[in-house]
């Protein structure tokens, strides 16, 4: 079974610009979440979305965005980029079965914003 | 704010001690538990999870130890092996039947020396 592709895996922007990231999860799994991760402030939750809906939310500006498609396909936006917002974007994806609340994550996407 | 965190930032072993690795949650609503391990250059992978309703949970070479009371969530690695060498997060979540939102520990590097 396929585990969850991020794309791209690299990216480099200038501040100002916007970005888009995309995130596959594992056939089947319908949650997909994004986590923002950096030295100092290490994993933060950004949002989570199951069945084309956003289910949670982080406490992050409303530069970050996101959505899901019917294939639970999932891609992040961030707006107005700032140099802050280098980081590594993680994508993690669940089957959201109540008897387990494993999350697989993926290699995520590293964004470096000059 | 509600906050998870890490008492130690490095730990060093020997392979073939056994490794112990401590997490401190303030959230007293938290009510699952699950530590991940990411290697250099990967996404988090999950290792072990545990409810609130348990105080004590065990896998392959791995317990989960929860005691509420003090808010300390630790993690037992028995036999530490150079391949058990990563960074080990511990998160939390409350009112984990809402999804996924996953609030991260900063992290603990495990070196295991030969």
């Known amino acids: 079974k396929a585990g969850v592709t991020q794309t791209p895996r690299y990216l480099i922007k200038t501040r100002g610009q916007q970005v888009t990231l995309s995130c596959s999860p594992i056939s089947g799994h319908r949650s997909v979440s994004w986590y923002q991760q950096t030295p100092g402030q290490g994993l933060q939750f950004l949002f989570e979305y199951f069945s084309e809906t956003q289910r949670n939310k982080g406490n992050f500006p409303g530069r970050f965005s996101g959505r899901q498609f019917s294939n639970s396909r999932s891609e992040m936006n961030v707006s107005t980029l700032e140099l802050g917002d280098s980081a590594l974007y993680l994508c993690?994806?669940?089957?959201?079965?109540?008897?387990?609340?494993?999350?697989?994550f993926g290699p995520g996407t590293r964004l470096t914003v000059t | 704010g509600e906050s998870v965190g890490l008492h130690l930032p490095t730990l060093s072993v020997q392979e073939g001690d056994n490794s112990i690795i401590n997490c401190a949650y303030s959230?007293?609503?938290?009510?699952?538990f699950i530590w991940y391990k990411q290697e250099s250059g990967k996404g988090p992978q999950f290792i072990i999870d545990?409810?609130?309703?348990?105080d004590k949970r065990q896998g392959q070479r791995v317990t989960v130890l929860l005691n509420k009371t003090v808010k300390h969530l630790s993690l037992q690695i028995a036999a530490t092996q150079p391949g058990d060498s990563a960074v080990y997060f511990c998160?939390?979540?409350?009112?984990?039947?809402?999804?996924?939102?996953?609030?991260f520990g900063k992290g603990t590097s495990l070196l295991v020396t030969p």
């Open positions: 993690a994806s669940s089957l959201d079965a109540h008897s387990s609340y494993e999350q697989y």
């Open positions: 959230n007293s609503a938290s009510d699952y």
């Open positions: 998160a939390e979540t409350a009112n984990s039947n809402s999804g996924y939102a996953l609030n």
């Open positions: 545990i409810r609130s309703n348990m």
